[in-house]
Nanobody, 125 residues
Framework: QVQLVESGGGLVQAGGSLRLSCAASGRSFNTYTTGWFRQAPGKEREFVGGIGWSGGSTKLADAVKGRFAVSRVNAQSTVYLQMNSLKPEDTAVYYC??????????????????WGQGTQVTVSS
């Protein structure tokens, strides 16, 4: 089992950058594929990006390609979401999620067993 805690959210102007962190506690974090999701008010939770357990593979949603990047440092049990060139439509609560022993990077939220509490990202125009 793993517990996830996100941090790094906040208020930023359009065009700015933020880096979100997802810190994991528990054993064997290097066996968990991790995804980032976001949910805006009145909208469904959507996949943003993800990274395989070794960090050798990543996947990004089309809406954020070229602007966001996912990375991880297993020795620190932390996954990062670097967000650049932020837009007002990126405003949402951002969640990290994890699934153990998964060779792919699922894009459906219900494929992940463990979730953090979320961190708010607000992008002003």
């Amino acid at each position: 089992q793993v517990q996830l805690v996100e941090s790094g959210g906040g208020l930023v102007q359009a065009g700015g950058s933020l880096r979100l962190s997802c810190a994991a506690s528990g054993r064997s974090f290097n066996t968990y594929t991790t995804g980032w999701f976001r949910q805006a008010p009145g909208k469904e939770r959507e996949f943003v990006g993800g990274i395989g357990w070794s960090g050798g593979s990543t996947k990004l949603a089309d809406a954020v390609k070229g602007r966001f990047a996912v990375s991880r440092v297993n020795a620190q049990s932390t996954v990062y979401l670097q967000m650049n060139s932020l837009k007002p439509e990126d405003t949402a609560v951002y969640y990290c999620a994890a699934r153990r022993f998964e060779v792919t990077i699922p894009t459906l939220w219900n494929a992940y067993a463990y979730w953090g509490q979320g961190t708010q990202v607000t992008v002003s125009s």
